[in-house]
């Protein structure tokens, strides 16, 4: 079965430190990749996305992720971490043959002052 | 103008109880889906529908039944309502419904079941 696993459900980064959050897949076809966040009381918010082209992809507040295929990742990264930032994340993946979105665990991150 | 709403936004009630939760998009878009999110934060979809017509549906029980009157609505309602019901529910929508498609997300329905 496909899946989707994020080391880590907890990440604290102190502010202005780099974030790195992990995600891997489980696929032998390159699945279509999603992070979404999730603000404390409310919905989830597609941060970025990896379809096809370019595997660097650029999202909203300053986060990016690279599709690796080698390694079956999708790891989300922000040079610099903000307060704001503090929230629960979530990647996501699709394409395993029907048109649902299989979710990892979501990672927890705690920005420190 | 919020883009997918729900409502209510917290239920409480007693096990046994039937309740429904309501769900509306103004985005234009073809596909709807209601996930369950629980305690532990996991999410997990239910059912998907596209232009009315239920394309998704995972092993829920049957006292689960989605309605969508229209492409804009989707429905949920729950018979005889469990302890294990308590949770989050989420609905969504995306533009074709596609598994590259974008969903947006609702804020939530927040279950809880005496």
């Known amino acids: 079965a496909q899946s989707v696993t994020q080391l880590g459900s907890h990440v604290s980064v102190s502010e202005g430190a780099l974030v790195l959050l992990r995600c891997n897949y489980s696929s032998s076809v390159p699945p279509y990749l999603f992070w979404y966040v999730q603000y404390p009381n409310q919905g989830l918010q597609l941060l970025l996305k990896y379809t096809t082209g370019a595997t660097l992809v650029k999202g909203i507040n300053g986060f990016e992720a690279e599709f690796k295929k080698s390694e079956t990742s999708f790891h989300l990264t922000k040079p610099s971490a903000h307060m704001s930032d503090a929230a629960e994340y979530f990647c996501?993946?699709?394409?395993?043959?029907?048109?649902?979105?299989?979710f990892g665990t979501g990672t927890r991150l705690t920005i420190i002052p | 103008d919020t883009a997918v709403s729900q409502t209510p936004k917290y239920l409480v009630t007693q096990m046994g109880n039937d309740k429904s939760i309501k769900c509306e998009q103004n985005l234009g878009h073809d596909t709807m889906y209601w996930y369950k999110q629980d305690s532990k934060k996991f999410l997990k979809i239910m059912f998907s529908y596209n232009n009315k017509e239920l394309i998704i549906n995972e092993t829920v029980p049957n006292r689960f039944s989605p309605k969508s009157p229209d492409k804009a609505h989707l429905n949920l309602h729950i018979n005889s309502l469990e302890l294990g019901d308590s949770a989050v529910y989420f609905c969504a929508s995306s533009r074709v419904g596609n598994a590259a498609d974008t969903q947006y997300f609702g804020p939530g329905t927040r279950l809880t079941v005496l």
């Open positions: 996501a993946a699709g394409g395993f043959g029907n048109e649902k979105l299989t």
